[in-house]
Nanobody, 122 residues
Framework: QVQLVESGGGLVQAGGSLRLSCAAS????????MGWFRQAPGKEREFVALLNLSGTSTYPADSVKARFTISRDNAKNTVYLQMNSLKPEDTAVYYC???????????????WGQGTQVTVSS
């Protein structure tokens, strides 16, 4: 079973950038579809990005797709989320998640990290 630990969150001004990292242990992430999700206070968790086994990335909307980039380094067993041009509405706890095999954004991700807080000030 893979374990996930996120890092890289923090406080940033609008227009700034952050890179989140998700370090995996226990097994290689090369067999997993990796996803990033976020949850803002009082809101439901929402999908942010995923990277499938073939390296194809998926994003939920044009506004995120143009600013966020998901990537993985299998040698480091780590997944990244590069976030540029951050907006106050991006403020949320960001979670890394893993789904074994070929998965979509609607699949059951049964492994989750503890989350990292991202706060964007206006």
């Amino acid at each position: 079973q893979v374990q996930l630990v996120e890092s890289g969150g923090g406080l940033v001004q609008a227009g700034g950038s952050l890179r989140l990292s998700c370090a995996a242990s226990g097994t290689t992430i090369s067999r997993y579809t990796m996803g990033w999700f976020r949850q803002a206070p009082g809101k439901e968790r929402e999908f942010v990005a995923l990277l499938n086994l073939s390296g194809t990335s998926t994003y939920p909307a044009d506004s995120v797709k143009a600013r966020f980039t998901i990537s993985r380094d299998n040698a480091k067993n780590t997944v990244y989320l590069q976030m540029n041009s951050l907006k106050p509405e991006d403020t949320a706890v960001y979670y890394c998640a893993a789904c074994l095999g070929v998965c979509s954004r609607y699949s059951l991700y049964n492994v989750w990290g503890q989350g990292t807080q991202v706060t964007v000030s206006s």
